[in-house]
């Protein structure tokens, strides 16, 4: 991975990290977020999930062990990396783009309704959502991050009353904040039945779920395979479809196949099989679409 953001143990530093960090949607000058994965995060993810062996990936793409070896640390060699893409079955175009640092995805203009806040992980940063109808001021939050102080700082700020809180997965860069958005709102939270260790009282849900956030819609999809019960939001009702998805895709790539490479390439044909105009947020790095992802995805080849 890249090193972006930012860990500091420092109490005024990290305040200084949570401010330079949260994306408020498109509005005013912020902090750029990174994308999330290089090209050798790409190859390493794919060997990982096709469970090739490095020689029997070097005899496959004929790229020497110990060079495959070196891009997987991060030496991006033009005519290795290509092989190994096409070995991987990986979208190759998208792989070599990324590995030339050529691409970044175009960002939506602000969606009045919709803000991103993002917070320290480790050297990293993770991402959390607001979604609100503009009308009623009803809102929900998707995922936590690290720290929740920025997101109901934020929420506050705005007018809004937070009625639930969706959980992507729960892995615990992503629930950290669990407990201080409760005790902010009281509201009820939800997760996908396969998750496991689901905050204490949470509602278990599966995909053909739907709710509503003031006069929003809101609908399930299961995007298995990073975890045994991810799961995608998707929104209707502001100017543009909202598909929260976690760590089912990066902005050009996707989660770690953790439970099943299958599954996930599965996830990422679910998402991008959407709107070509919607708006994709992910779990780390900057949002994207669903037709940004169609040519850049390197785990999704039409």
């Known amino acids: 991975m890249s090193q972006r953001g930012c860990a500091k143990s420092n109490p005024i530093e990290k305040v200084l990290c949570l401010l330079c960090l949260c994306q408020f949607g498109t509005k005013g000058k912020m902090t750029r977020l990174a994308v999330e994965d ?14 090739i062996s490095t020689d029997l990936l070097s005899e496959k793409s004929q790229v020497s062990g110990s060079k495959i070896r070196d891009i997987r640390k991060g030496l991006f060699d033009e005519q290795a990396v290509e092989a190994l893409a096409r070995c ?14 050529n691409w970044y995805p175009s ?5 009045k309704g919709f803000e991103l806040i993002s917070t320290p992980f480790h050297a990293w940063s993770v991402n959390s959502f607001l979604i609100w ?9 998707f995922d936590t991050g690290t720290d929740a102080v920025s997101l109901i700082h934020r929420a506050r700020s705005l007018g809004l009353n937070v009625d639930a809180l969706y959980l992507t997965h729960t892995h615990w860069d992503h629930i950290e904040g669990v ?3 409760k005790a902010a709102w009281g509201m009820k939270i939800f997760v996908n039945k396969h998750e496991p260790n689901p905050p204490v009282g949470a509602e278990l849900i599966r995909e053909g779920f739907e709710a509503s956030v003031g ?24 100017s ?23 599954q996930c390439l599965t996830g990422v044909s679910k998402i991008l099989s959407l709107d070509e105009d919607t708006v994709l947020a992910p779990g780390h790095g900057p949002l994207t679409t669903v037709g940004e992802e169609r040519n850049m995805n390197c785990f999704y080849s039409r």
């Open 38 to 51: 290089d090209f050798n995060d790409v190859i390493g993810k794919a060997q990982k999930g096709l469970g």
């Open 88 to 101: 991987l079955n990986l979208n190759v175009n998208a792989v070599m783009e990324i590995g030339r640092q």
């Open 107 to 111: 960002q939506p203009e602000s969606i």
């Open 133 to 141: 109808d503009p009308k009623s001021k009803r809102a929900a939050a």
């Open 179 to 181: 407990n201080d958005l």
């Open 215 to 238: 006069e929003l819609r809101m609908r399930v999809i299961e995007t298995t395979g990073h975890t045994p019960g991810g799961t995608t939001f998707v929104i209707d009702g502001l």
């Open 240 to 262: 543009r479809q909202v598909a929260v998805v976690g760590d089912a895709l990066f902005a050009g790539s996707m989660g770690g196949p953790s439970i099943s490479y299958r």
